[in-house]
């Protein structure tokens, strides 16, 4: 058998060294395509900022093949994207406000699973899977970092009053204990 392959891999070699005096033209490599970076905070997804640059996220895929997942990592500080030249230009403010505020980063520990992970969470494995691009349950392992829905949501600017205020919305106020609403009412007339 290596009687038959053995002469056809020494031809190729050396039609390889001359290509020339066989005729073949010298493959001549594409010339490198122009590139804007920019930097992007974590946990932003590439059709978010896709949509930012008018841009496809295929095309940002394409130029960021580091980055399967099609976001950028959880568990890192920003990262440095390529994009289409010119495409940098068109971040007019931050990125920041591309992150996504309803969901957190939980580190996998030793024994969970993504299922065990959304049982705990009350959410849908799919979910959860589909949140953090996961093809396989074997890709989440003890020290991957992923993202979870938020069970408590961020205090928005109302809430953050209330507690200024002692807990009491405007015009309300604290009814002691013992006290009955009827009380309070005349007291404050």
Same mark, same amino acid.
């Given at each position: 058998?290596?009687?038959?392959? !053995?002469?056809?891999?020494?031809?190729?070699?050396?039609?390889? *060294?001359?290509?020339? !005096?066989? =005729?073949? #033209?010298?493959?001549?490599?594409? $010339?490198?395509?122009?590139? #804007?970076?920019?930097?992007?905070?974590?946990?932003?997804?590439?059709?978010? &900022? +896709?949509?930012? /640059?008018?841009?496809?996220?295929?095309? &940002? +895929?394409?130029?960021?093949?580091?980055?399967?997942?099609?976001?950028?990592?959880?568990?890192? =500080? $920003?990262? #440095? &994207?390529?994009?289409?030249?010119?495409?940098?230009?068109?971040? %007019? *403010?931050?990125?920041?406000? /591309?992150?996504?505020?309803?969901?957190?980063?939980?580190? !996998?520990?030793?024994?969970? %699973?993504?299922?065990?992970?959304? *049982?705990?969470?009350?959410?849908?494995?799919?979910?959860?899977?589909?949140?953090?691009? !996961?093809? #396989?349950? +074997?890709?989440?392992?003890? =020290?991957?970092?992923?993202?979870? $829905?938020?069970?408590?949501?961020?205090?928005?600017?109302?809430?953050?009053?209330?507690?200024?205020? =002692?807990?009491?919305?405007?015009?309300?106020?604290?009814?002691?204990?013992?006290?009955?609403?009827?009380?309070?009412?005349? *007291?404050?007339?």
């Amino acid at each position: 058998e290596t009687t038959e392959y !053995v002469p056809k891999v020494l031809a190729v070699a050396v039609v390889e *060294k001359n290509h020339q !005096v066989f =005729g073949i #033209d010298e493959p001549r490599p594409d $010339p490198p395509r122009p590139f #804007d970076t920019i930097s992007v905070p974590p946990a932003v997804t590439f059709e978010r &900022l +896709a949509t930012r /640059l008018r841009i496809t996220a295929d095309d &940002l +895929a394409t130029w960021n093949p580091t980055y399967p997942r099609r976001r950028t990592p959880v568990d890192r =500080g $920003p990262v #440095d &994207l390529r994009v289409p030249a010119g495409a940098a230009a068109r971040v %007019t *403010k931050p990125l920041d406000d /591309l992150r996504p505020d309803n969901v957190v980063p939980v580190q !996998v520990q030793a024994g969970e %699973t993504l299922v065990r992970i959304a *049982k705990a969470r009350k959410i849908s494995a799919a979910r959860l899977r589909s949140l953090n691009a !996961v093809g #396989d349950d +074997a890709e989440v392992t003890p =020290g991957t970092t992923i993202l979870v $829905p938020r069970t408590n949501p961020r205090p928005t600017q109302n809430s953050q009053n209330l507690i200024k205020d =002692g807990g009491n919305p405007p015009g309300r106020q604290k009814i002691a204990s013992g006290s009955t609403a009827g009380k309070n009412s005349t *007291k404050n007339r």
